[in-house]
């Protein structure tokens, strides 16, 4: 990861900061009044030191709750512990024959191969 590292004796500031920018996504996902701001991650090493990152600005019913996520672990957990076997495929198929029959009667929308 390339970073800048930017120091002198005689700058306008003793400061120690990192700031880690974020490639924006190369589609939105959310409207442009929602941004709110950079991409960044910004770490002030000071003698009382701070952590921003603007993640939460915006519309928050867009973002996981804390109940929400325990209940994604809640139910995943399970199959964590105890994981179906690995099925190998031919790289350019459409999966392992075994996947076929858990669509059920009504089947998989594939092409013809």
């Known amino acids: 990861m390339p970073f ?64 929400e996520v325990q209940r994604l672990w809640e139910l995943c957990d399970p199959v964590l512990a105890d994981r179906p076997p690995f099925r190998p495929y031919a790289q350019g198929s459409w999966g392992p024959h075994e996947a076929l029959d858990l669509a059920g009667e009504r089947g998989w929308r594939l092409p013809a191969e």
């Open 4 to 67: 800048l590292l930017r120091t002198g004796k005689a700058l306008a500031q003793g400061r120690r900061t990192i700031t880690i920018g974020f490639h924006e996504p190369p589609l939105q996902m959310f409207p442009s009044h929602c941004a709110g701001g950079p991409n960044e991650l910004v770490l002030e090493l000071t003698d009382e030191p701070e952590i921003s990152l603007d993640v939460l600005r915006g519309e928050h019913t867009l973002f996981t709750s804390t109940d």
